[in-house]
């Protein structure tokens, strides 16, 4: 292939980044920033669009991106407000809760005319529902939106920062959603009338909103492909869990990767399971390691 015509896969993830603070130690965060760590790691350009403060915590983020190799060019300085901080509470069954500070530098992303044509190259733009809990960061969104051709919406809700007006709006602007058995539940009783298991319930937002992709993750159980006319479930690599911190954000990059790098669905799937169970067999969401290793454990599942 001539050099002068290869083109680098890009995604632009746009939200949080923040410092997830642990009983124990304070690791980088927040779910599109996870997303981007992993996407980097495929040898995918990723680039983030959020907001930190003039802080020692927000030089201190931008230095770590910076060094994983993810653009921070769209990244706001903000001299009024902080850089975000979560606190992060492991309960039963290695699950996390999250006290999220509010009024982080991150709710005040302002849209930028240059925005627009990142948003316009790339080969995926990511989102989620924590960003849209302010008016300035969900109007660049609901902007950004406009300019995107692939639209990946990772659901992530935290509690109590969503409304069913806004999840609303943003699944009809998705191709792809990903999201969990709870939140599958939750939108369920929110939008249709029955109960329904969770084939029927995928359909019905499928058909409701026109979601061409959706993927269900299951935690120990799998996870469960579906496009409109058929679907395909994969089973969780068997792993030792030190925590869940970040498992999702590392199987939607792993999976989109190899999406955008147009390989098979399957074989998206088996590196996005790879990827989910290695990181929670780790401590925090962006674990170091190598893609061969991950070809390794991906190809043996196969």
Same mark, same amino acid.
């Given at each position: 292939?001539?050099?002068?015509?290869?083109?680098?896969?890009?995604?632009?993830?746009?939200?949080?980044?923040?410092?997830?603070?642990?009983?124990?130690?304070?690791?980088?965060?927040?779910?599109?920033?996870?997303v981007?760590?992993? +996407? /980097?790691?495929? $040898? *995918?350009?990723?680039k983030?669009?959020?907001?930190?403060?003039?802080? #020692?915590? &927000?030089?201190?983020?931008?230095?770590? +991106? /910076?060094?994983? $190799? *993810?653009?921070?060019?769209?990244?706001?300085?903000?001299?009024?407000? #902080?850089? &975000?901080?979560?606190?992060?509470?492991?309960?039963?069954?290695?699950?996390?809760s999250?006290?999220?500070?509010?009024?982080?530098?991150?709710?005040?992303?302002?849209?930028?005319?240059?925005?627009?044509?990142?948003v316009?190259?790339?080969?995926?733009f990511?989102?989620?529902?924590?960003?849209?809990?302010?008016?300035k960061s969900?109007?660049?969104?609901?902007?950004?939106?406009?300019?995107?051709?692939?639209?990946?919406?990772?659901?992530?809700?935290?509690?109590p920062?969503?409304?069913?007006?806004?999840?609303?709006?943003l699944?009809?602007?998705?191709?792809?959603?990903?999201?969990?058995q709870?939140?599958l539940?939750?939108?369920?009783?929110?939008?249709?009338?029955?109960?329904?298991?969770?084939?029927?319930?995928?359909?019905?937002l499928?058909?409701?909103?026109?979601i061409?992709?959706?993927?269900?993750?299951?935690?120990?159980?799998?996870?469960?492909?579906?496009?409109?006319?058929?679907?395909?479930?994969?089973?969780?690599n068997?792993?030792?869990?030190?925590?869940?911190?970040?498992?999702?954000?590392?199987?939607?990059?792993?999976?989109?990767?190899?999406?955008?790098?147009n390989?098979?669905?399957?074989t998206?799937?088996?590196y996005?399971?790879a990827?989910?169970?290695?990181?929670?067999?780790?401590?925090?969401?962006?674990?170091?390691?190598?893609?061969?290793?991950?070809?390794?454990?991906?190809?043996?599942?196969?």
């Amino acid at each position: 292939m001539n050099s002068s015509n290869f083109r680098k896969n890009k995604v632009v993830c746009y939200g949080e980044v923040l410092w997830d603070i642990f009983p124990n130690q304070t690791k980088p965060g927040g779910a599109p920033m996870n997303v981007a760590y992993h +996407l /980097n790691k495929f $040898g *995918v350009e990723s680039k983030m669009i959020s907001r930190v403060g003039t802080d #020692q915590l &927000g030089k201190d983020l931008l230095n770590i +991106l /910076n060094g994983w $190799g *993810v653009s921070i060019n769209n990244c706001q300085i903000d001299d009024v407000n #902080q850089t &975000g901080v979560v606190n992060a509470i492991a309960g039963e069954d290695h699950e996390m809760s999250y006290v999220i500070k509010a009024d982080a530098a991150w709710d005040h992303i302002d849209f930028m005319n240059h925005h627009v044509e990142e948003v316009k190259s790339a080969d995926a733009f990511v989102f989620g529902t924590l960003s849209t809990r302010s008016q300035k960061s969900r109007e660049t969104l609901y902007k950004l939106l406009e300019q995107a051709s692939y639209k990946v919406f990772d659901i992530n809700l935290r509690p109590p920062f969503y409304s069913k007006e806004i999840i609303e709006h943003l699944l009809n602007e998705c191709n792809l959603l990903k999201l969990n058995q709870s939140e599958l539940q939750l939108l369920n009783s929110w939008f249709c009338k029955e109960k329904l298991d969770e084939k029927s319930s995928v359909r019905f937002l499928q058909s409701r909103y026109n979601i061409n992709e959706v993927i269900v993750t299951k935690g120990s159980s799998g996870a469960t492909y579906y496009d409109m006319e058929t679907e395909c479930s994969f089973p969780a690599n068997k792993v030792k869990v030190k925590d869940t911190v970040g498992s999702g954000d590392s199987f939607l990059a792993a999976f989109l990767a190899k999406k955008i790098q147009n390989e098979p669905v399957e074989t998206g799937m088996y590196y996005a399971t790879a990827l989910g169970a290695f990181v929670t067999s780790q401590e925090g969401a962006c674990p170091d390691y190598q893609i061969e290793y991950l070809d390794q454990l991906a190809i043996s599942e196969m």
